[in-house]
């Protein structure tokens, strides 16, 4: 099994932490985006993952590369890195990959995460992860039949067909099918918007006669912004509180503080008269002092004072000194 992961560009809609990481490596209760992506994904599929493709823009950088690949090796797979550096659509995003389009592979975008317990059918030729929405002409949906097979892609449709929406992960049981369909296409100019679309070639291999199952996730969780980053944070660390994991790193030094779970907190972090929780990470090397934080996540090397924070986000070896709230400052800035 292989996974193709499109990573697009850095984003702006969470600027400023992605104006010097990229989205995907932001971390959430303690890991990079991708890493818990990938993390879930494996433990549906439940097979060995052979390979971790990576599809990023050129201006990522050496540093981001290699912490992909690290990400990968944690998985125990080999790690490869393509690069898409013109926004041509979801088709050519993955196109980019061809490479290591062959056997089973799951395509899946580094922007969202999903809590899922379900087994994967290997017998399909394509399983499409989708979730239960309230709204649906926000997205992307399928339709099923009495099988419980998929017949219909609507993009957000303005009368109710369906509620399943497309969460953007996919199975196929045949990388080199996939990549005979979207080559044909690029070679053919087929383009909606300017771009390349997935959904076309889908359509392609269901009028074939390809065989579309659901793959039905309980929770997705999006990182689009700070704001639903934030919660996406709080609702995994309530996730991972409830598995029972550990997530207070026992090198944290703690005096006159008060954690309320679920927390993560990371290694040599120290807390002096301050209430940490609900709902809050602090990565690797931070101090905090005098404050009292709920519902926010702060990345490694930060400092903050004398804070009441809820519903904020600092990024990585910033200061922070004041009595904002709802904040929202990048890595390495200053704020006092």
């Known amino acids: 099994m292989k996974i193709i992961v499109p990573m697009a560009g850095r984003g702006s809609r969470l600027r400023p932490h992605t104006l010097t990481i990229p989205k995907p490596l932001i971390p959430i209760a303690g890991k990079p985006i991708v890493h818990r992506l990938v993390e879930d994904i494996a433990g549906v599929i439940h097979q060995n ?45 993955i196109m980019c990959a061809k490479e290591s389009m062959s056997g089973p592979i799951v395509v899946a975008y580094a922007d969202t995460l999903f809590r899922a317990d379900f087994t994967l059918d290997v017998s399909a030729d394509s399983v499409i992860w989708v979730k239960q929405v309230e ?87 999006d990182c689009g912004n700070k704001n639903v980053t934030v919660e996406t944070n709080s609702r995994l660390l309530g996730f991972l509180h409830a598995d029972g994991e550990q997530m207070v790193h026992p090198s944290v030094v703690s005096v006159n503080s008060f954690i309320v779970q679920p927390v993560y907190i990371g290694e040599n972090v120290t807390l002096n008269n301050v209430t940490i929780g609900p709902n809050v990470s602090i990565g690797n090397n931070c101090t905090i002092e005098n ?11 930060s400092k903050v004072r004398n804070a009441k924070l809820d519903n904020a986000m600092i990024g990585n070896h910033a200061t922070f000194d004041g009595d904002f709230t709802s904040i929202s400052i990048g890595d390495y800035s200053v704020l006092d």
């Open 135 to 221: 709204d649906p002409s926000a997205f992307g949906v399928v339709q099923l039949d009495a099988n419980n097979q998929i017949v219909d892609f609507v993009e957000k449709p303005t009368h109710f067909v369906s509620d399943l929406a497309i969460i953007g992960i996919y199975y196929f049981k045949s990388g080199e099918t996939l990549r005979e369909e979207l080559q044909f296409l690029l070679d053919n100019n087929v383009m909606k918007g300017g771009e390349y679309q997935l959904t076309d070639a889908l359509e392609n291999m269901k009028r074939k006669g390809m065989k579309f199952a659901p793959g039905k996730v309980d929770e997705w969780m």
């Open 291 to 301: 404050s009292t934080i709920k519902n926010s996540l702060i990345q490694t090397y």
């Open 49 to 93: 993952i052979e390979e971790i493709a990576f599809i990023i823009h050129k201006d990522f950088g050496k540093q981001v590369e290699s912490d992909l690949i690290a990400i990968a090796e944690k998985l125990g797979s080999k790690g490869t890195i393509y690069y898409q550096n013109e926004a041509l659509g979801t088709a050519h995003a």
